[in-house]
């Protein structure tokens, strides 16, 4: 780690640029980056695991689009696997032109009521 004026540098991560990565920033601090030093020692490296703190925060947790994250519970021995859907998207002009076909093919398909003569 350099030493600057007798006090050590950290350095900070840069901030993530999309709206899932600083949603997430928002949950947690983020970590100083220690730099190496001249003797090889070089900062703890992240464990990997995501730890949530019971179902209500695994059911919160924000996945990314077509992903799929193990979410270890801190409270207790249970993990929770979450997943996002990559599936395409449709516009709501085309979701409104959907349920118009579907309110004509239903409006076709009712039958008409006897008439009693």
Do not use: C, H
Not at 92 to 106: G, H, Q, S, V, Y
């Amino acid at each position: 780690m350099p030493i600057y004026n007798g006090y050590p540098q950290v350095f900070y991560p840069q901030q993530p640029q999309g709206q899932l990565e600083q949603l997430r920033a928002a949950q947690y601090q983020p970590q100083p980056v220690m730099m190496p030093t001249m003797q090889g020692q070089t900062a703890p490296t992240d464990s990997g695991f995501i730890w949530v703190q019971g179902e209500a925060a695994a059911r919160g947790y924000l996945v990314a689009n077509g992903s799929r994250v193990l979410l270890l519970d801190a409270d207790s021995d249970t993990f929770y696997i979450k997943e996002a859907a990559g599936g395409e998207y449709v516009t709501r002009k085309e979701f409104d032109e959907l349920a118009a076909k579907l309110a004509a093919l239903e409006k076709q398909e009712a039958p008409e009521p006897e008439k009693e003569g």
